[in-house]
């Protein structure tokens, strides 16, 4: 079995800690954050170590407040996104704030990345399922033909991942009967209004989901060599961008949704029945506290996470 790696994208959390940064709300019983329980979900379906990627001006904040305590769980490393990490002649363009989008932040890991590795975000609790699905696709599963990239994503049903205080945006996917993924499209505004599912593309042109429909999450299990295509489309994605662009994103699904369409990809569809929920709208955080006390109370999670060696 290949050792297997997971990887949080975490350059986003903002540049202070302290109230206000949604993916540093405590929502475990002893002051868990969302993190904590992915880490640890990830720990026990097998994860041999993880790859924080987060920005330099986070790291000594952000050592003590994870990374200290998540290094006595798995071995930690790290990897820095920065606005300005770009190839050249390429420069940041001028005003420009908003990251380069989760395409960018894998590059970050590039010369960290031995293993068959996974990618979640910081912000989403995912469930044990997904992660042990993964890890067991990664760690067993033989490469497919050297024209093609070898991919697996865990499925979520759609009705899942909603939330009750807004609309938010899903990888709505198209799998074959194989579970292999067809196509991977962005959607927005995804909700229920009076009893109906709603959602619009790209335009904002209203669209049709079915609530029981796979979408993504953006998390991926990925081979290490998938990261020269990401580095060859991050000079192709620069060139088609304006010099004033503030808001393109290089990002995971349409990145592999291009590849699908171009038959260079395989993409399993790892399916999982367990309820995302994460804290996209600061209303969510009290729904989010109260499934991990469900959860506890089921057995699933010890109250204090990681007991002593918090």
Same mark, same amino acid.
């Given at each position: *079995?290949?050792?297997?790696?997971?990887?949080? *994208?975490?350059?986003? #959390?903002?540049?202070? $800690? !302290?109230? +206000?940064? %949604?993916?540093?709300?405590?929502?475990?019983?002893? +002051?868990?954050?969302?993190?904590?329980?992915?880490?640890?979900?990830?720990?026990?379906?097998?994860?041999?170590?993880?790859?924080?990627?987060?920005?330099?001006?986070?790291?000594?904040?952000?050592? /003590?407040?994870?990374?200290?305590?998540? /290094?006595? #769980?798995?071995?930690?490393?790290?990897?820095?996104?920065?606005?300005?990490?770009?190839?050249?002649? $390429?420069?940041?363009?001028?005003?420009?704030?908003?990251?380069?989008?989760?395409?960018?932040?894998?590059?970050?890991? @590039?010369?960290?990345?031995?293993?068959?590795?996974?990618?979640?975000?910081?912000?989403?609790?995912? !469930?044990?399922?997904?992660?042990?699905?993964?890890?067991?696709?990664?760690?067993?599963?033989? /490469?497919? &033909?050297?024209?093609?990239?070898?991919?697996? *994503?865990?499925?979520?049903?759609?009705?899942?991942?909603?939330?009750?205080?807004? +609309?938010?945006?899903?990888?709505?996917?198209?799998?074959?009967?194989?579970?292999?993924?067809? %196509?991977?499209?962005?959607?927005? /505004?995804?909700?229920? @209004?009076?009893?109906?599912?709603?959602?619009?593309?790209?335009? !904002?042109?209203?669209?049709?989901?079915?609530?029981?429909?796979?979408?993504? *999450?953006?998390?991926? !299990?990925?081979? &290490?060599?998938?990261?020269?295509?990401?580095?060859?489309?991050?000079?192709?994605?620069?060139?088609?961008?304006?010099?004033?662009?503030?808001?393109?994103?290089?990002?995971?699904?349409?990145?592999?949704?291009?590849?699908?369409?171009?038959?260079?990809?395989?993409? @399993?569809?790892?399916?999982?029945?367990? %309820?995302?929920?994460?804290?996209?709208?600061?209303?969510?955080?009290?729904?989010?506290?109260?499934? #991990?006390?469900?959860?506890?109370?089921? +057995?699933?999670?010890?109250?204090?996470?990681?007991? @002593?060696?918090?």
């Amino acid at each position: *079995m290949a050792n297997t790696t997971l990887m949080i *994208m975490a350059a986003g #959390i903002g540049s202070r $800690f !302290g109230g +206000g940064i %949604k993916q540093l709300a405590p929502v475990g019983p002893c +002051g868990e954050i969302i993190m904590d329980y992915s880490v640890y979900d990830a720990a026990e379906a097998g994860f041999d170590d993880v790859i924080f990627i987060i920005r330099h001006d986070l790291e000594q904040d952000f050592k /003590e407040i994870i990374g200290n305590r998540i /290094e006595k #769980i798995l071995p930690v490393r790290y990897a820095y996104q920065e606005l300005s990490d770009l190839p050249e002649p $390429f420069q940041v363009p001028g005003g420009r704030k908003k990251p380069w989008g989760t395409g960018h932040a894998l590059l970050a890991a @590039k010369e960290l990345a031995e293993n068959p590795f996974a990618v979640i975000n910081a912000d989403d609790y995912y !469930g044990k399922e997904a992660f042990v699905k993964l890890h067991d696709y990664l760690s067993q599963h033989k /490469e497919g &033909p050297k024209d093609r990239y070898d991919l697996c *994503m865990a499925g979520f049903v759609l009705k899942n991942t909603l939330s009750e205080n807004g +609309g938010v945006t899903r990888g709505v996917c198209e799998v074959d009967e194989n579970r292999n993924l067809r %196509k991977v499209t962005e959607t927005y /505004e995804i909700r229920y @209004k009076d009893g109906v599912l709603h959602a619009l593309d790209e335009n !904002g042109h209203p669209v049709c989901v079915q609530e029981n429909q796979q979408v993504s *999450m953006n998390m991926w !299990g990925m081979q &290490p060599d998938f990261l020269k295509e990401l580095e060859r489309g991050f000079l192709e994605f620069l060139k088609g961008i304006g010099k004033d662009d503030m808001r393109s994103e290089y990002l995971l699904p349409r990145i592999i949704d291009r590849l699908l369409q171009e038959r260079r990809a395989e993409v @399993k569809v790892l399916e999982t029945n367990d %309820k995302w929920f994460g804290v996209t709208y600061q209303e969510d955080k009290q729904s989010v506290v109260d499934a #991990i006390r469900a959860l506890v109370d089921q +057995g699933v999670y010890r109250a204090d996470l990681f007991g @002593k060696s918090r």
